[in-house]
């Protein structure tokens, strides 16, 4: 059987850039990424060419271009409407993607912008007809405008529909992706408040524990100071069990939790303990973990009051800003050792740190000038991690 030559080289026409278009359309995301070009940009240059390739693929059903009888005709031909489509696709491509990003900022609904998307691709694509007027011989001219706008009509309802597939599916991917990322969100919050409970459970039992001892001690030949001890220990309990759902609170709460365990302590010691407490007005509302200073105070009073015939100095102070706070805890008692030790309390404060802070704070022990452990929080409110 054979093919005459125009229908052969239309049918070729017609697969050629059709499998082209396909191929773009499914690799568009990766289109031009090698370039120097922001991703908006790439989108819109890669539709470009999807849509180029597809009003080259219907290029003979246009009644002025099926007119040719020779390989050398049909390369003119396809030229003249190459030109053509590039125009009547890369302008109305590059202005409708530059009027749908200026729409998504301007806060109206998706329906109207859908709305007014959709009537920009009708307008553009049916607007050939007023060029088409203008390359087309008097004697085709009607014949070919009409066909022209017809077909202008069907594609435009095929591309809108198109806009309003991949717009509403990659809607609902986005949906499901912040569902995923909530869910992950949640599952981290979980994990999160599971380990700062275990660390909880840690510090509270040798807090008490050493508490314990102490009022034992005390019961032996001080009654009224035991009593007072165990009465201050009460209200510590007290203010910790009211604060016992809340993982973060405010600085100046965390301070006042720990001059109520030094004050546990001052009923102990009385005049061998010397305790001073300053803090900037500008970090008191400063979220932190709670328990993030009691552990460090505690070991500052064991080693600062660890020679009998010594007085005990303890100094906390906290200095910084809304997203940046210091807290130095300062003793005089015997140097840190090269390898400190690490138990329960200071165990305790790191993991938080890591576990609220990662890679924000620093946490370091000095001897010299003098004898103070320094705590320095970087963005406290970005990278605190609230449960």
């Not at 009708?122 to 706008?149: C, E, G, K, Q």
């Not at 015939?309 to 997203?323: H, P, R, S, V």
Request: aromatic fraction near 12%; glycine fraction near 4%; hydrophobic fraction near 45%.
């Amino acid at each position: 059987m054979h093919i005459p030559f125009e229908t052969a080289v239309v049918l070729s026409n017609i697969f050629i850039f059709s499998s082209i278009g396909i191929y773009l359309y499914y690799r568009s995301e990766i289109l031009f990424s090698g370039f120097n070009i922001n991703s908006f940009n790439r989108r819109r240059l890669a539709l470009c060419l999807v849509f180029l390739c597809f009003y080259m693929a219907i290029m003979s059903f246009y009644p002025c271009y099926n007119g040719f009888n020779t390989f050398g005709q049909f390369c003119m031909v396809s030229f003249f409407h190459l030109l053509r489509s590039a125009f009547f696709v890369f302008l109305p491509v590059l202005v409708i993607s530059w009027i749908q990003r200026w729409l998504e900022n301007t806060g109206i609904t998706l329906f109207k912008r859908n709305l007014i998307i959709v009537s920009c691709i009708f307008f553009f694509l049916t607007s050939t007809n007023i060029w088409m007027a203008m390359l087309v011989d008097p004697s085709h001219r009607i014949n070919t405008i009409t066909y022209t706008f017809l077909m202008s009509l069907l594609f435009s309802g095929i591309v809108s529909a198109l806009y309003l597939n991949i717009t509403y599916a990659n809607l609902a991917e986005k949906r499901l992706r912040f569902e995923r990322e909530l869910e992950i969100s949640k599952l981290n919050e979980l994990k999160t408040k599971a380990e700062l409970d275990a660390l909880q459970a840690k510090v509270n039992p040798h807090f008490l524990y050493n508490t314990l001892n102490s009022i034992a001690e005390l019961s032996l030949h001080q009654g009224a100071k035991a009593r007072q001890m165990t009465i201050a220990l009460a209200e510590l309990f007290r203010y910790s069990l009211n604060k016992k759902n809340e993982t973060m609170i405010a600085l100046e709460d965390e301070v006042e939790m720990v001059e109520n365990y030094l004050m546990i302590e001052k009923i102990r010691f009385e005049d061998k303990l010397e305790i001073s407490i300053e803090m900037d007005n500008a970090v008191k509302q400063v979220q932190v973990p709670k328990f993030i200073l009691q552990p460090l105070v505690e070991n500052a009073v064991k080693h600062g009051l660890k020679e009998p015939d010594k007085k005990g100095i303890i100094k906390i102070t906290i200095t910084g800003a809304a997203n940046h706070i210091d807290l130095v805890i300062f003793d005089n008692g015997a140097p840190f050792p090269e390898d400190i030790q690490i138990g329960y309390g200071l165990k305790s404060v790191m993991d938080k740190l890591s576990l609220f802070y990662p890679d924000k704070h620093t946490i370091y022990f000095e001897n010299e000038p003098v004898k103070q452990v320094t705590i320095a929080i970087t963005n406290t409110v970005k990278n605190a991690q609230p449960v």
